[in-house]
């Protein structure tokens, strides 16, 4: 079992996993209506996406029988579940971030979601955790003020000066 | 194809003090960002892709320039202080760099590795200003075939020199042909490819590509790996009390002078490296470094001596400018940080193509100017403020990367103002995290991004020249074959390198 699940990091698999949904996105593609539109050049829609995915189910391919094929890259092989459900779980903190931000607003809503990140990366001091959250808070919106770009206001809409 | 009007407008463009403040903002910005390990130049104009668009063309161009050259010099600083390279190419700087702190010399290396830098810069830029209009005129020869065929050799020669595994660089590229498929053709503009999202019928946007790319993966794991490792911080406090710049004798003109042999193989090598697509500083700084060692081994370079310093670091900041020649002779990036420029100019309507230089000479004429200047500002910034960037090294990462993170996330969004662009920025850093985890290298999927569109229009001009013919369209000159040959011999020259890398 453990043999198993370490061949499952190997190249190899990737190749064998990456082939299956290429194949499956190519039958997809296939049956397609758009890619046999013809344009009025005569060229086909679906020329350049069907060579994009045959290119890659090629390559996936080769990936799987070469000579790597057994090789198992090192920061796969050290990458726990628990590490990339935190990978997962920061990237949806983004968007959730970016959600809440554009209904309360940047200057509100950035220090909290700055907070819990900066204390579970390690910083225990909660009173520098605080500062750094406001501070770096207030000096992206300036700067970005100051260049024009629109950060949402939100619920402070009218209040601030920019 | 000098163009003085065009020269004259140029230096109206440049002499604009806002130009000048966001060089230096650029430079102060790129060097410690450089100086902060994980942190890279690529990663640093990637974040500052959205800002630049705020700004007028010059300014942008300072800032993205100043942000880059500043990168590549300030990995040195922490190589030398802490044994540390701040980015891969200041990775061969730690051999003699380090060494030279342990001896209590770390002021000397400090200051070798910025005058090395600016030495090797300015040097390698003069060479681009000269080199890259007459590729450019070469390029004008090229019809829709050869231009075809000449980003079909990009793009593999990126993908193929990208890392160590082959297949897995031109996956890398060939996910980058996928992607650029996303949304419409290049010529009628007819949707493709939209998978049902009304919002993917413009197609993915660069600069959630880009960010998602090149800046959140690096993030992703490092917070991935902080969260595994506790004590970073503190472990990081305790070199601190090690930093080399508070004592020693600087560096003198005689040692600089001595190492002018090391320099001078560290600017040409640089140079040449440069120029090539897929290579970089980081090749560029080993390769060197291997070359000064052979042709001066009485110097014993790797002792912890000054003249290592100089090779690496003039090779590393000696691929600024030349990296940026395929870009605009042909409209092909090179590099990571090229498509990122190029990516720049286009949000500022200057699309990089063979026509660069008749269409927009006044941009390239002030992007040669700020290339120059810009070691200036980097030497004067290098040199007052070694000493805070050392200290910037050691920047706590559990708030730099909520910070960065923010950043990503923001400036993704404000660019448009189009929420649907941070959810591709999400997607990417996902895909992008994936493909640094199995070890695949990102850059081939940015470049072959950029040039696909390109090279599906040529490929039709090709074929409604030649009257729907595909045999006249991909074989009908002498140098389309002989690009084709060229792609060849380049692909079986690589996978016999990397097979003999392996034995």
């Known amino acids: 079992m453990y043999n198993f699940r370490e061949r499952l990091k190997s190249n190899q698999a990737i190749g064998v996993i990456l082939s299956l949904v290429l194949i499956a996105f190519l039958i997809q593609l296939f049956l397609s209506p758009w890619v046999y539109r013809k344009l009025a050049d005569g060229f086909h829609l679906g020329f350049f996406p069907i060579l994009s995915v045959v290119l ?13 094929r057994k090789e198992k890259p090192a920061d796969l092989m050290t990458l726990t579940f628990k590490s990339f459900l935190s990978v997962v779980l920061i990237l949806g903190g983004c968007w959730f971030y970016f959600m809440v931000m554009s209904k309360i607003g940047f200057l509100i809503i950035t220090p909290i979601f700055l907070l819990l990140p900066i204390y579970a990366l390690g910083l225990k001091s909660w009173w520098k955790c605080i500062t750094g959250a406001v501070v770096m808070t207030v000096i992206v919106y300036a700067i970005f003020s100051l260049l024009g770009l629109k950060l949402p206001p939100g619920i402070l809409s009218g209040i601030l000066p920019f | 194809m000098f163009q003085p009007d065009a020269l004259i407008e140029a230096f109206h463009l440049f002499f604009a003090p806002q130009v000048f403040y966001w060089l230096a903002i650029g430079i102060a910005l790129g060097v410690g960002i450089g100086a902060i390990p994980g942190l890279t130049a690529t990663t640093g104009v990637a974040l500052m892709l959205p800002i630049s668009f705020a700004l007028p063309v010059a300014p ?11 990168a590549v010099y300030g990995g040195s600083i922490s190589a030398i202080s802490f044994g540390v390279p701040g980015t891969p190419g200041a990775a061969a700087t730690v051999y003699d760099g380090y060494k030279l702190t342990q001896k209590g010399q770390g002021r000397k290396g400090l200051e070798m590795a910025l005058y090395a830098s600016v030495t090797g810069d300015s040097l390698s830029d003069i060479f681009t200003i000269f080199v890259a209009p007459a590729v450019a005129i070469v390029a004008l020869a090229f019809g829709p075939t050869e231009r075809f065929w000449l980003m079909a050799l990009a793009i593999i020669l990126i993908g193929a020199l990208g890392g160590r595994h082959l297949a897995k660089g031109l996956i890398s590229a060939a996910i980058g042909i996928f992607v650029a498929t996303i949304g419409s053709d290049p010529i009628g503009g007819v949707s493709r490819m939209t998978f049902g999202l009304w919002w993917l019928m413009d197609g993915i946007h660069i600069i959630p590509l880009m960010i998602g790319i090149f800046a959140m993966p690096v993030m992703l794991a490092e917070a991935a790996k902080l969260l595994g490792e506790r ?51 980081t090749v560029a700084a080993f390769l060197s470094y291997g070359v000064a060692k052979q042709v001066s081994p009485k110097k014993g370079i790797g002792t912890g001596k000054l003249e290592g310093v100089a090779a690496c670091e003039s090779a590393n900041n000696a ?18 940080v090229a498509a990122l420029i190029g990516a720049g100019l286009m949000l500022h309507g200057a699309t990089p193509s063979p026509r660069m230089f008749d269409l927009y000479p006044d941009i390239v004429y002030a992007l040669f100017m700020i290339l120059l200047v810009g070691n200036v500002f980097n030497l004067g910034i290098g040199r007052l403020f070694a000493r805070l960037y050392a200290m910037l090294a050691q920047f706590p990462k559990p708030i730099l990367i909520p910070l960065i993170l923010m950043i990503a996330t923001i400036g993704t969004y404000a660019f448009r103002g189009n929420p649907y662009d941070v959810i591709v920025m999400v997607v990417f850093g996902l895909l992008g995290f994936a493909m640094t985890v199995i070890d695949m290298p990102t850059a081939p999927l940015i470049i072959s991004f950029l040039v696909t569109s390109m090279m599906e229009a040529n490929l039709r001009r090709a074929l409604l020249i030649t009257g729907g013919s595909w045999g006249q369209a991909l074989f009908g000159s002498p140098l389309a074959v002989g690009l084709i040959f060229t792609v060849i011999i380049l692909v079986f020259f690589t996978v016999q390198y990397l097979k003999k890398g392996e034995q």
């Open chain 2, 319 to 336: 691929t600024c400018g030349p990296t940026l020649i395929p870009l605009l002779a042909f409209g092909i990036p090179g590099s990571p």
């Open chain 2, 231 to 281: 004590g970073i911080a503190k472990r990081a406090r305790e070199r601190i009390s090690e930093a080399p710049w508070k004592t020693g004798a600087g560096l003198t003109f005689r040692e600089y002078r001595q190492a002018w042999k090391e320099m001078a193989i560290g600017t040409s090598v640089g140079t040449f490296v440069g120029m090539l697509p897929g290579l970089g500083a």
């Open chain 2, 60 to 70: 942008a161009l300072g800032l993205l320039i100043g942000l880059y050259k500043g």
């Open chain 1, 56 to 68: 890659l189910l090629l390559l996936s391919l080769i990936l799987t029988f070469d000579s790597h």
